[in-house]
Nanobody, 116 residues
Framework: QVQLVESGGGLVQPGGSLRLSCIASGFTFSIWYMRWFRQAPGKEIELVASISAGGGFTNYVDSVKGRFTVSRDDAKNTVYLQMNSLKPEDTAVYYC?????????WGQGTQVTVSS
């Protein structure tokens, strides 16, 4: 049974930091591309960050470059999203995604709210 379980979301003030985690099970984590998406209220889902199998390649949407860092620990079947200098426009539900060719697995999402 495939599972992706996100954690680490919450309420943070502008300029603050959060670290999201996504623990995977039920598939060979190390060979899957891992991605973080987000969806703000009334907006389309957006790809925020991605990391290749093995971790050698990462990519970010322009709006988070220099502030967010994606990483993975294959020994723990976990992918992380370190989010610094958070802005109100980062408020969204963040989803973990595993991708390999045409297959995708999704987590249930974790809410991130940036507000004073």
């Amino acid at each position: 049974q495939v599972q992706l379980v996100e954690s680490g979301g919450g309420l943070v003030q502008p300029g603050g930091s959060l670290r999201l985690s996504c623990i995977a099970s039920g598939f060979t984590f190390s060979i899957w591309y891992m991605r973080w998406f987000r969806q703000a209220p009334g907006k389309e889902i957006e790809l925020v960050a991605s990391i290749s199998a093995g971790g050698g390649f990462t990519n970010y949407v322009d709006s988070v470059k220099g502030r967010f860092t994606v990483s993975r620990d294959d020994a723990k079947n976990t992918v992380y999203l370190q989010m610094n200098s958070l802005k109100p426009e980062d408020t969204a539900v963040y989803y973990c995604n595993a991708n390999r060719f045409i297959r995708d697995y999704w987590g249930q999402g974790t809410q991130v709210t940036v507000s004073s």
